[in-house]
């Protein structure tokens, strides 16, 4: 059973920036693309961002397009979400997630394995 563990969140001023970390264990997740999502209060989780399984090809909601970039380390079984120009309207909790599917998905139904998530707050 893989075991994914998001850390790096915490409490930001707007404008600045966060990394975040995934952590699988119990099997090797290079055979899987990832996932980044957020799930503010009150609202449905969503998609943030997304890679292929060997790192090369990556998508991003609009949201965030041009201030995260996702990143992964096969070899450390590691996949990264660097966040800069944090805006208040990015506070959720950030989890990371396997796809099920080939190509990157941006439907949640098509990822499993969900981490316990990790609390990013951006202040204005």
């Known amino acids: 059973q893989v075991q994914l563990v998001e850390s790096g969140g915490g409490l930001v001023q707007a404008g600045g920036s966060l990394r975040l970390s995934c952590a699988a264990s119990?099997?090797?997740?290079?055979?899987?693309?990832m996932g980044w999502f957020r799930q503010a209060p009150e609202k449905e989780r969503e998609f943030v961002a997304g890679?292929?399984?060997?790192?090369?090809?990556?998508n991003y909601a609009d949201s965030v397009k041009g201030r995260f970039t996702i990143s992964r380390d096969n070899a450390k079984n590691m996949v990264y979400l660097q966040m800069n120009s944090l805006k208040p309207e990015d506070t959720a909790v950030y989890y990371c997630?396997?796809?099920?599917?080939?190509?990157?998905?941006?439907?949640?139904?098509?990822?499993?394995?969900w981490g316990q998530g990790a609390q990013v707050t951006v202040s204005s």
């Open positions: 997630a396997i796809a099920l599917t080939s190509g990157i998905p941006k439907n949640i139904n098509f990822y499993n394995y």
């Open positions: 119990g099997r090797s997740i290079s055979t899987n693309a």
């Open positions: 890679i292929s399984r060997s790192g090369s090809d990556t």
